[in-house]
T-cell receptor, first 112, second 112 residues
Framework: GAVVSQHPSWVICKSGTSVKIECRSL??????MFWYRQFPKQSLMLMAT?????????EQGVEKDKFLINHASLTLSTLTVTSAHPEDSSFYIC????????FGPGTRLTVT | SQKIEQNSEALNIQEGKTATLTCNYT??????LQWYRQDPGRGPVFLLL?????KEKRKERLKVTFDTTLKQSLFHITASQPADSATYLC???????????FGTGTQLKVEL
């Protein structure tokens, strides 16, 4: 089956710094990529949807200036959490879609 | 308001028994519904998709039913094994068919 990778798998950063998470579709071209956030014992919440070469569409309540999404190619999307704070600590999961939707393994972000 | 609800309490069953998980939704008219498995610290893995015009779908030990009148899907695992222990998520395609919205998830534990 199709594989979606994320890097890093976990990251610890200090409050106020920025951190970038990469999402790659390894063996297919993704027309659309999605970013989700999951807090402990809660479900996945969609943050934004992005199409290659165009601006991301953010869900209500998600700050687009804080969570920068770049979908530069059909196989790569990045999420940058800017000026991270402890409340941004969460599990971030990307997903890529061609005809079906495939999920990455997730990135655990801890902001200290 | 729109909701996708699953049993919030964990389900504990004995090995060999059939596990039945419930997904109820309100104020959606999905074309299809999907079930995913998620292990701790990992992204969700696709299991089954059932369309609105299908009553039942099977895959090995898994069976899904979809009742659009009751707005409910049931997910069954027969002859359950400890390896089936995980959180199971249902998801609907929403937003005009462009995005997956997940339920709250049910944690299943299969005991020896």
């Amino acid at each position: 089956g199709a594989v979606v990778s994320q890097h890093p798998s976990w990251v610890i950063c200090k409050s106020g710094t920025s951190v970038k998470i990469e999402c790659r579709s390894l063996d297919f071209q993704a027309t659309t990529m999605f970013w989700y956030r999951q807090f402990p014992k809660q479900s996945l919440m969609l943050m934004a949807t992005s199409n290659e070469g165009s601006k991301a569409t953010y869900e209500q309540g998600v700050e687009k200036d804080k969570f920068l999404i770049n979908h530069a190619s059909l196989t790569l999307s990045t999420l940058t959490v800017t000026s991270a704070h402890p409340e941004d600590s969460s599990f971030y999961i990307c997903s890529a879609r061609d005809y079906e939707q495939y999920f990455g393994p997730g990135t655990r972000l801890t902001v200290t | 308001s729109q909701k996708i609800e699953q049993n919030s309490e964990a389900l504990n069953i004995q090995e060999g028994k059939t596990a039945t998980l419930t997904c109820n939704y309100t104020n959606y008219s999905p074309a299809y519904l999907q079930w995913y498995r998620q292990d701790p610290g990992r992204g969700p893995v696709f299991l089954l998709l059932i369309r609105e015009n299908e009553k039942e779908k099977r895959k090995e030990r898994l069976k899904v039913t979809f009742d659009t009148t009751l707005k409910q899907s049931l997910f069954h695992i027969t002859a359950s094994q400890p390896a089936d222990s995980a959180t199971y998520l249902c998801a609907l395609l929403t937003g005009g068919g462009n995005k997956l919205t997940f339920g709250t998830g049910t944690q299943l534990k299969v005991e020896l």
